[in-house]
Nanobody, 117 residues
Framework: QVQLVESGGGLVQPGGSLRLSCVVS????????VGWYRQAPGKPRYKIAH???????VYVDSVKGRFTISRDNAKQMVYLQMNSLKPEDTAVYYC???????????WGQGTQVTVSS
């Protein structure tokens, strides 16, 4: 089972930035597509970005131009650089590995991001 651990969340003012990190425990990391998800209180979890093993990236419209997903295969890490944060970005952020059927790793605890003045 692929294990994932997220970190880097916190409290930030609107317009601020945060960088989230995700460490993936798998020997096949470099071949995996990895996604970042978020879940706001009372709402379902959904994917906001993903990066393929080849480095191609996809974003939902609400974060496009503000968030950047990247990966370091040597460290088995995936990052989410979040700029120009808005209160509506407040959520618990998770990462997971993705196959055709959807995410298949063990969900971690996530990391809380709170955007508030």
């Amino acid at each position: 089972q692929v294990q994932l651990v997220e970190s880097g969340g916190g409290l930030v003012q609107p317009g601020g930035s945060l960088r989230l990190s995700c460490v993936v425990s798998s020997g096949s990391f470099s071949t995996f597509t990895v996604g970042w998800y978020r879940q706001a209180p009372g709402k379902p979890r959904y994917k906001i970005a993903h990066i393929t093993g080849g480095g191609a990236t996809v974003y939902v419209d609400s974060v496009k131009g503000r968030f950047t997903i990247s990966r370091d295969n040597a460290k088995q890490m995936v990052y989410l650089q979040m700029n120009s944060l808005k209160p509506e970005d407040t959520a618990v952020y998770y990462c997971n590995v993705i196959a055709a059927m959807g995410p298949f790793g063990s969900w971690g605890q996530g990391t809380q991001v709170t955007v508030s003045s």
